[in-house]
């Protein structure tokens, strides 16, 4: 967990106010399509030119099923959909938790009745078509995930034939993961020509800044700095920020916690179980040890009474080289 200092200069981009400022408000929609067009690569014809924030709250067709909360939901002027969430720390079963956000806004895509309008006059069956839906998540965590062997910060998704198979059965799909603790990038490892860089380290160092860094020279980055600043914040604001800080602790304090308690009890454990296995081990060594004592007893009052080898052998189990020894 990052640790804030007592006097920063910028929020921490990890808050849900910060975030939503930044990439969930409409009046700042140029950072979100920056970051987007940046994290997928997008120049020219393919650019995002704009962005529609959608309602982030999706219901669902079923008034007693789950509805979906999007950290932020939006549409690029192409139609295609982008849920962006950001994630502080590891969730139970969060690659379905993906899939299942993902559901919604496929799923509204489809037309009711099977017809829609073109003009004034003419209707045409729906015939399924989608547009693309991204599902991306900013993880302040790494993905725990045995089957992953790999150490990229950004790792993407499709739907593919199979696993040995690169074909690409549909691209209408794609989860897009960025793990940040292991981009490991400073200042100095910023390059002119890699944008996204940049916003990667933008988002999580941004606190712990004092200044904006001459590597963040572009002005979308001039624009987010001075966004940042919490002495431009006025009252509201910054109760705002400090109310979504406080949570945003009290959260880590409450992981922290556990696992220290959980860490307790499992040395707790461990040292009792280690105990008793040591005295198990210790009870059969010596039991063991008391064994061979009698066997060796056993030998030398037979040797002494000029009993044959075989026999000695025989009747304490021990090696014609061990009753030599004795």
């Known amino acids: 967990m990052p640790s804030e200092g007592l006097y920063e200069r910028y929020v921490n981009f990890y808050t849900d106010f910060a975030f939503k ?3 969930g408000t409409p009046a700042h929609k140029e950072f979100l399509i920056s ?7 997008l120049k020219g014809a393919e650019e995002i030119l704009d962005i529609t924030h959608l309602n982030s709250e999706q219901l669902p067709n079923v008034e007693s099923d789950r509805k979906a909360i999007y950290d932020v939901y939006c549409e690029n002027n192409k139609g295609e959909k982008f849920i962006v969430e950001m994630q502080k720390a590891s969730q139970v079963n969060f690659v379905d938790r993906s899939i299942y956000y993902a559901a919604f806004p496929i799923q509204e895509q489809g037309i009711k009745g099977y017809l829609y309008k073109i003009d004034d006059r003419h209707y045409v069956n729906w015939d399924y078509s989608l547009k693309k839906v991204y599902v991306i998540g900013i993880l302040n965590f790494c993905l725990d995930d045995d089957n992953k062997k790999h150490d990229e910060v950004i790792t993407h998704a499709k739907l593919r034939y199979d696993e040995y198979d690169n074909e690409v059965y549909s691209n209408k799909l794609e989860f897009i993961n960025i793990e940040l603790p292991k981009f490991k990038k400073k200042e100095s490892d910023l390059s002119d020509d890699n944008l996204l860089d940049k916003w990667l380290f933008a988002i999580k160092n941004l606190y712990r800044l004092m200044d904006r860094p001459k590597a963040l020279w572009e002005a979308i980055f001039k624009k987010l700095f001075n966004l940042a600043e919490i002495s431009h914040y006025d009252r509201t604001e910054r109760l705002a920020y400090q109310d979504s800080l406080k949570d945003y602790r009290d959260y880590y304090n409450t ?6 308690k959980a860490m307790a009890e499992g040395e707790a454990k461990g040292m009792a179980k280690g105990m008793a296995k040591g005295m198990e ?3 059969a060594k010596g039991m063991e040890q008391g064994r061979t004592e009698e066997k060796l007893a056993m030998a030398r009052k037979m040797k002494s009474d000029g009993m044959p080898m075989d026999v000695i052998e025989k009747y304490t189990g021990l090696s014609a080289e061990e009753i030599k020894n004795l």
């Open 21 to 23: 400022k930044f990439f």
């Open 281 to 283: 081990q210790g009870m």
């Open 255 to 260: 992981i922290d916690s556990a696992t220290l």
């Open 35 to 41: 970051f987007l067009n940046a994290l997928l690569g």
